[in-house]
């Protein structure tokens, strides 16, 4: 089992920054992807970035150049982190870190509880 763990939503004011954390915890193998994925009211939840366990990453065409996903692979601590730069009222919603992985030859997604992030216009 792993547990995930987001923090650092907060209400910003459009054009402003702020960086997200997701902890993770618990049997987390070695190969692994983890994710930022977002939900706004009304809609389906969305990729944002993508990570992989050897820093391979990927972004969401409505995010590339505003946003930077890194992780900490720490032997204590594996943490995720979403910097968000110059951001927009469309960014507002409820953000979401996963984590895959591989057990038994078949991928297990895990997934945080989610933190909101709301920017005014």
């Known amino acids: 089992q792993v547990q995930l763990v987001e923090s650092g939503g907060d209400l910003v004011q459009a054009g402003g920054s702020l960086t997200l954390s997701c902890a993770a915890s618990?049997?987390?193998?070695?190969?692994?992807?983890m994710a930022w994925h977002r939900q706004a009211p009304g809609k389906q939840r969305e990729l944002v970035a993508t990570?992989?366990?050897?820093?391979?990453?990927?972004?969401g065409d409505s995010v590339k150049g505003r946003f930077t996903i890194s992780r900490d692979n720490n032997a204590n601590t594996n943490t995720m982190y979403l910097q968000m730069n110059s951001l927009k009222p469309e960014d507002t919603g409820v953000y979401y870190c996963?984590?895959?992985?591989?057990?038994?030859?078949?991928?297990?997604?895990?997934w945080g509880q989610g933190t909101q992030v709301t920017v005014s216009s």
């Open positions: 996963s984590l895959v992985q591989f057990e038994a030859g078949s991928p297990r997604y895990y």
């Open positions: 618990g049997s987390i193998f070695r190969a692994n992807t």
């Open positions: 990570i992989t366990d050897g820093g391979i990453t990927t972004y």
